[in-house]
């Protein structure tokens, strides 16, 4: 029995062998263009940028623009756009109801991103949401750090509306009073 041949060769249209030298040169270009494809086929941080933010504003494209800004945040963490980007995932939960996974995102943000302005927005925001969702004690701890973290911003003043009124509907707010009483 005569024996088998394993190895491989790449044959021309004639039927005919390649030479081996041939072969040697072929299957690392042929390497090089397989490589050279696939990292074509990788978006860079501008195309997810871009794409994610445009996807995130359309019901219809939400999820497609939440899973781009995430794959944005994994792919380029230290890119100076990962923390406005990881805003606008938390925001978008947020809009979408989704508490659990906003303030996931709010925490990777807080966490991750410390010296970030949008760490400032991202932490009153996260108090709101508790707030808004009567999460109560979530938001008097998350409120009460905003104030004493952030004393004298802009934000601290409506952080402290919101505390002094847990727990209250706005029309019982004594600053909506004073407001209908000019």
């Known amino acids: 029995m005569p024996k088998k041949n394993n190895s491989w060769r ?40 871009t794409e994610g933010r445009q996807l995130i504003l359309e019901e219809a494209t939400f999820e497609k623009g939440i899973e781009t ?25 947020q809009s979408a109801g989704m508490v659990d996974e906003a303030a996931e995102a709010f925490g990777r943000l807080i966490e991750n ?14 108090g709101y949401m508790y707030y808004d969702t009567a999460a109560n004690d979530k938001a008097k701890t ?5 104030i004493k973290t952030y004393p004298d911003s802009e934000l601290s003043v409506s952080a402290r509306v919101l505390l002094d009124n847990i727990g209250r509907p706005v029309e019982e707010w004594s600053i909506v009073r004073e407001l209908g009483e000019e």
């Open 10 to 49: 790449f044959d021309d249209m004639r039927g005919g062998c390649v030479s081996s030298s041939t072969q040697r040169l072929i299957v690392p270009l042929l390497y090089i263009f397989i490589m050279a494809l696939a990292a074509g086929c990788s978006k860079s941080a501008d195309d997810l940028y």
């Open 69 to 93: 800004l995430l794959r944005f945040e994994k792919k380029f963490p230290d890119d100076p756009r990962t923390p406005e980007v990881i805003l606008a995932v938390a925001t978008g939960y």
């Open 113 to 126: 991103y410390p010296e970030s302005p949008e760490t400032y927005k991202g932490n009153f925001l996260l």
């Open 142 to 146: 998350i409120l009460t750090e905003f």
